[in-house]
């Protein structure tokens, strides 16, 4: 799957950035790279699909916990509407894993049926281009930033 960055159209963009440089390295984002992990090593469609979808939840919670303020009374967004808003050159991701939350929510329900290979294969791979897309934003260094990027460790089995 291709997604196109875009630039954020709030000029928040350097600020973002640099708040995301904290999530590497976060509980959330190991616990994304474990979920990877477990779906990359599942046999079942249905338990790999479900690993994978964790897997970029628990990756844009990371996000979300770095840029998104906590809020007071109001409308309950999900994780991927926040994403979208807060974070631009996301916001292609968090339409793909949306889509993807209705059909997890029938494969919770007992729809594994909905999960076939094709789809647990597809998910997996979303989910690791995901990750990838976070670990490049932290790389990319801000308008004024040093040119040396942070280092990053990322795993990956496939």
Excluded: C, K, N, Y
Excluded at 52 to 65: D, I, K, N, S
Excluded at 101 to 117: I, P
Aim: no cysteine; hydrophobic share 50%; glycine share 6%.
């Amino acid at each position: 799957m291709t997604v196109t960055t875009m630039t954020s159209r709030r000029g928040r963009g350097a600020e973002v950035l640099h708040a995301l440089e904290a999530v590497v390295g976060s509980d959330l984002m190991r616990r994304s790279d474990a979920e990877i992990l477990a779906a990359q090593l599942s046999q079942d469609p249905a338990d790999r699909f479900l690993h994978a979808h964790f897997a970029a939840l628990r990756a844009a919670g990371a996000v979300l916990a770095v840029v998104v303020p906590p809020r007071g009374r109001g409308r309950d967004r999900s994780a991927w509407e926040q994403l979208a808003d807060r974070v631009p050159e996301l916001a292609g991701w968090a339409a793909v894993f949306a889509d993807a939350a209705r059909v997890r929510a029938a494969v919770e329900g007992g729809r594994v049926d909905l999960a076939d290979d094709a789809r647990a294969d597809r998910a997996l791979a979303d989910a690791e281009d995901f990750r990838d897309a976070i670990d490049s934003l932290v790389a990319r260094p801000a308008s004024g930033a040093s040119a040396e990027a942070p280092a990053l460790r990322v795993v990956r089995a496939s």
